[in-house]
């Protein structure tokens, strides 16, 4: 009991020394205007009453996701701005205490030892904290839906020469207990079908936790097309593990539930297992058919659970055959995957959604906090011969909004060299 109130204390004392700081700002620049300061507190406090009452009795066991979205969107809108002014202004603190100890000390101090606070400094602040404070509106109203087809060309010596110029296209992290415009989902969902790709392949999490927040996109998925098939793997969200069960009977069949649904939505769920995208031979007998091999593992993640069993879902297969591997978490790549035993040619992952949040200018800068957690974060890769892709996630998770890194639909095309 006595850490958790040390805990909740530091808390409390980190948002009154964040909110104070900011205050600063509002009152030097405002300084005859009492609405704006009465303004701010009445949005500061109202936040955190929302958000600890919200925490306070949130139901681990219900599936009320777009009420914690509202509450992590409000949070962060918040916060973060914030602490932009923060920096500026403690920063200018310390300025002001030295420059009031160096004239105490020479004796050219006059009147209080702290100088008065800059305007300029505090407009400064306010006029920064203005860009994330548009920057996480925007996506909460604009970019969570803003999809973009993003397109590779990778080639390959020894891929099947009848799979030249194959493509595919995958989306990853649906999470569909977030989704709440179906007008805007059906269009990135007419967006995927635009693309006309050989097969489409999913990446995992089609949930946030229960199979039935996919209830009522069932029909809208279902409109999603391939000639050559769809499939999937499942997501560390996908088992439920987040949730709290009356029993493990019920989160098992939650799960049983969600692999129906997939079915249901036309895609073949891969649990460790691999199957063979075939077309026929070019110069061979009547009959003869190319092909890959397409594996499928159950989640593998650094940190996350491990059902995952690559060396099962390759167990049957030629060492010679070209391979695509699905599997959710892209640390499964590093740890396991490019030193394998079998040449995986092409592995798809999801799982970080770029943290929703970045800065992206191709040819000059890609960032997101998601990188100090993975190293291969968003997009392309390739290592030791093997190529890893990325995917940024087609939906969104907790926070309900994407800040610069925006839903992804992604294309590649195969070419043999």
């Known amino acids: 009991m006595f850490p958790l109130i040390i805990r909740i204390a530091f808390v409390l004392a980190l948002f009154f020394l964040i909110d104070w700081y900011s205050f600063q700002a509002f009152k030097t620049v405002f300084p005859n205007q009492v609405w704006v300061k009465v303004l701010f507190w009445v949005f500061s406090v109202s936040v955190y009453i929302f958000v600890t009452y919200g925490f306070l009795f949130f139901d681990r066991s219900s599936n009320n996701n777009i009420n914690l979205g509202r509450m992590v969107s409000l949070l962060v809108l918040s916060l973060i701005p914030k602490l932009i002014i923060l920096g500026l202004m403690f920063g200018e603190d310390i300025i002001r205490f030295l420059t009031g100890t160096f004239q105490s000390v020479s004796g050219t101090r006059e009147g209080d030892f702290l100088p008065d606070r800059r305007k300029f400094i505090s407009q400064t602040a306010l006029a920064l904290s203005a860009i994330p404070f548009l920057g996480i509106l925007h996506g909460v109203l604009v970019g969570k839906y803003r999809y973009r087809v993003v397109n590779h060309t990778l080639e390959f010596d020894d891929l099947p020469e009848e799979f030249d110029g194959f493509t595919i296209t995958q989306i990853s992290d649906i999470h569909s207990g977030s989704f709440d415009d179906k007008k805007k989902l059906e269009y990135g969902i007419d967006l995927i079908n635009q693309q006309e790709s050989d097969v489409i392949l999913f990446t995992g999490d089609l949930v946030n936790n229960h199979a039935g927040e996919m209830e009522p996109w069932v029909d809208t998925f279902k409109k999603l097309q391939a000639p050559m098939g769809k499939y999937s793997i499942l997501g560390n969200h996908d088992y439920g593990d987040y949730m709290s069960w009356p029993s493990q009977e ?68 030629s060492e010679q055959s070209f391979k695509i591997l699905m599997s959710h978490d892209p640390s499964h790549f590093d740890e396991e995957v490019k030193s394998f035993s079998q040449l995986i040619h092409l592995t798809l992952s999801g799982h970080t959604h770029g943290m929703q949040f970045g800065i992206e200018i191709p040819g000059f800068i890609k960032w997101s906090p998601a990188s100090f957690r993975y190293p291969k974060w968003a997009g392309l890769y390739q290592e030791l011969g093997r190529y890893l892709h990325v995917n940024r996630g087609f939906g969104f998770l907790a926070f309900p909004g994407r800040v610069g890194i925006w839903p992804e639909i992604t294309v590649l095309k195969l070419k043999r060299k």
């Open 250 to 317: 019920a989160k098992e069949a939650n799960l049983n539930r969600l692999a129906d649904i997939q079915k249901e939505l036309g895609f073949q769920l891969l649990r460790n297992e691999n199957v063979k995208l075939q077309k026929p031979a070019r110069n061979g007998d009547e009959g003869a058919v190319a092909s890959i091999d397409l594996i499928g593992v159950e989640n593998w993640g650094k940190g996350f659970a491990q059902y995952g069993d690559l060396g099962k879902a390759v167990s049957n297969l």
